[in-house]
């Protein structure tokens, strides 16, 4: 682990020039983490990529972090390669390296962003899904003081109606995805809350779904021809007293 050789540049940034790196380990101008690694922390040392390379492969580490002599932090993007003499056989490592500081903060500080702009969505979809309830709440107390039956029905079919927007505001916040509903998932669960919402289990309800993710839009639309297409099932598939099975 001796410095052959080193151009100018590597030299300046160590505030050095070329002479004063060949011959000696890097041992004396990194630390012993930097050189050896950290196997508790799982983390590598430039001696690990060193013994890769002389075993014959490509070593490439896009965040090495270094402290120089002026105590200044730093990332780099590092590469490593065998050198070979006539015969193929390795007898030194060739390494070149490129400052990447500022990219990785910025890459940094643009994550750290989207981190905070998800959390932001997902507490909205838990806020709006809560605002649903609270309507579809009201919606039910005042369903109980109206008299007439067509009414009472219609207040049913509002609340149906926002269950399926809440089903939907609650798979976003629980997904990965802020921006897309895996529409599958979303069927069974607005299918199956609306079966316990009718009285009694005159109808069983058979769900084919496949795997399909669809921007949030989409599945609100889905969500309310569906509301719909099951609602009518249920009131109109089969006569008063008989049973039966939808698809």
């Not at 207040?155 to 895996?182: C, I, N, P, W």
Request: proline residues 4%; aromatic residues 8%.
């Amino acid at each position: 682990h001796k410095f052959i050789l080193v151009n100018s540049a590597f030299a300046a940034a160590h505030g050095l020039t070329p002479e004063d790196f060949v011959g000696r380990p890097d041992t004396d101008f990194f630390s012993q983490v930097e050189c050896m690694g950290d196997a508790a922390a799982g983390t590598r040392g430039f001696h690990d990529d060193d013994n890769d390379a002389f075993e014959g492969r490509l070593v490439r580490r896009p965040d090495v972090r270094v402290t120089l002599a002026d105590g200044v932090p730093r990332v780099y993007d590092t590469h490593k390669r065998p050198l070979r003499d006539e015969s193929g056989r390795v007898y030194g490592v060739l390494g070149y390296t490129r400052e990447v500081t500022e990219q990785k903060r910025a890459a940094d500080l643009l994550q750290q962003a989207l981190s905070e702009k998800e959390t932001l969505l997902r507490e909205i979809h838990h806020r709006v899904k809560n605002n649903l309830q609270i309507v579809s709440g009201l919606l039910h107390f005042q369903a109980k003081k109206v008299t007439s039956p067509e009414d009472a029905a219609a207040f049913k079919d509002g609340q149906k109606r926002l269950l399926a927007m809440m089903l939907v505001h609650d798979k976003l916040y629980q997904s990965t995805e802020l921006a897309r509903v895996e529409l599958g998932e979303y069927v069974r669960s607005l299918t199956s809350a609306l079966a316990q919402s009718f009285d009694g289990q005159r109808v069983q309800l058979e769900v084919q779904t496949a795997v399909a993710h669809v921007p949030v839009d989409m599945a609100l639309t889905v969500g309310m021809v569906l509301c719909e297409l099951v609602t009518n099932l249920f009131k109109y598939a089969y006569p008063p007293g008989s049973e039966g099975v939808g698809r």
